[in-house]
């Protein structure tokens, strides 16, 4: 049990900036066992339980909060098998993602699931969240790469769900159940994730519009040419002019809004071609490239638009998801909500999966600082017009703490319910994660 000051203060926050508070304590799991032990202790006592990973996550869901202890997964950091026959890994859940990729790799294999924090999150925070990532478009979401789990429930009992199978329909589906549950039904100590062979070839296009509308309706010409790109971003033309800014780029020089699109596989040349003929009625300009060097030049705009938004400011990184048919509506009011709140808003996303990410900027301020009421009823604004439009609150970074109560709204009262009894089947005393998701 560590209760350092400045540990505490740590496990009180995470990348979203917000600011429980300090937790009674903070434990470092070396083991499975050491999991069991905590919580069997916490179920007889009515003590919080909070597990934690790298503390990466952008809707608070693993923050300390007054009595708690937090729960820290990252020592369990071991890829414990990779089989190359069967295409899968089993994992601890404090590896980091990018080095369950790293390792597949190096067989010819790939693990889907690229959140934009790949590098620095793991792999238990991303199963908590069900996680998405740039290759969404074509491969979805962490629930649909994993297989099995282990699972230490409220009261320190270990169990396994699933199986390490690629099919499998016995019972029901509680790995689906656990995979975006956010720690409060149980504790994700161990994970068999699929893996797929890694693309040969990749093909990628860059494609500027004159306006968020134009590259809305080229996102609707992809769809309809058949063709399914790995990846499908688009960024809109402040975003643009803020990676101009930090890089000595000309992006926004050629129209308001840019898609950047990516194919892979043995036909990507030829997919990429029918996307580029579909799009290029409406297109300003397209760039495309099929060697390795040129095809990371044209997605260095997405990469660098966080960087590129955090050089302006303190951002909050909202995350919503509309129908794909809607994301012009969607970005063109989001511009209304921020002239009318006084706020600096950016817009980009996975385009192919009707998910934008509506940064709202911040002048530079301790992490500490209070969030400016013209950001925060900015953002209470986009979650309203995210529901409007028959969309989502969150479509990868979960509810955590910040969206608890657009959740319920989302969910409505009859489903909401449904989620408060399954909650109290699986926690009986309360005690995992509470005031987090519901």
């Known amino acids: 049990m560590l209760t350092d ?16 508070s300090d937790p009674a304590g903070v434990v470092r799991a070396r083991d499975v066992a050491d999991v069991q032990r905590l919580l069997a202790w916490a179920h007889r006592t009515g003590t919080p339980v909070i597990a934690r990973g790298a503390g990466t996550g952008l809707a608070a869901g693993a923050v300390g909060v007054t009595g708690a202890i937090v729960l820290d997964l990252s020592g369990l950091d071991r890829i414990i098998d990779l089989d190359v026959d069967e ?7 404090g590896v980091i993602t990018a080095d369950v990729d790293a390792a597949a790799s ?7 699931p690229d959140p934009g924090s790949v590098g620095i ?3 238990g925070g991303n199963i908590a969240t069900n996680a998405g990532g740039l290759r969404g478009a074509k491969y979805g979401v962490t629930r649909d790469h994993v297989l099995a789990l282990d699972v230490v429930l409220a009261d320190g009992t270990l169990v396994h769900v699933g199986r390490d199978t690629i099919k499998g329909v016995t019972g029901y589906d509680l790995v689906g159940l656990f995979t975006g549950s956010e720690g409060t039904l149980g504790v994700v100590v161990g994970a068999t994730v699929r893996l797929i062979p890694r693309p040969v070839r990749t093909a990628t296009a860059a494609a500027s519009f004159a306006d968020i509308a134009a590259a809305a309706r080229a996102v609707t010409a992809i769809v309809r040419s058949g063709a399914r790109p790995a990846v499908l971003e688009m960024l809109d033309g402040p975003t643009l002019a803020a990676i101009d800014a930090l890089e000595g780029t000309s992006l926004r020089e050629f129209g ?9 596989g043995f036909g990507a040349e ?16 397209v760039q495309t490239a099929t060697d390795a060097a040129a095809s990371e030049a044209l997605l260095f705009a997405r990469r660098r638009a966080l960087p590129a938004l955090e050089a302006l400011g303190r951002p909050l990184i909202e995350d ?48 500490d600082a209070p969030v400016p009421a013209g950001a ?13 439009l028959g969309g989502t609150i969150t479509a990868e970074h979960g509810v955590g703490r910040l969206k608890k109560r657009w959740a319920q709204r989302e969910l409505g009262a009859d489903v909401h319910a449904l989620h408060v009894r399954l909650k109290q089947l699986f926690d009986p005393t309360g005690i995992l994660n509470p005031g987090s998701s519901l």
Not at 5 to 20: E, F, I, K, N
Not at 376 to 388: P, T
């Open 106 to 112: 190096a067989h010819g294999l790939m693990y889907a």
């Open 256 to 264: 308001e809004a840019l898609l950047v699109i990516q194919t892979d």
């Open 5 to 20: 000051a400045h540990v505490l203060r740590s496990a009180s926050t995470d990348r979203s900036g917000w600011q429980g």
């Open 121 to 123: 999150s793991t792999i």
């Open 270 to 285: 030829e997919e990429l071609d029918v996307i580029a003929s579909a799009i290029a009625p409406l297109a300003a300009s």
């Open 87 to 93: 295409q899968l890994a089993r994992v601890q859940p």
């Open 376 to 388: 925060l009823a900015a953002a209470e604004r986009i979650f309203a017009l995210a529901l409007e």
């Open 320 to 367: 919503i998801a509309v129908p794909r048919g809607r994301m012009a509506e969607a970005v063109e009011r989001v511009a209304v909500i921020a002239r009318e709140e006084g706020v600096r808003v950016f817009v980009f996303g996975h385009a192919g999966d009707g998910n934008l990410h509506p940064i709202i900027v911040t002048d530079h301020a301790a992490p």
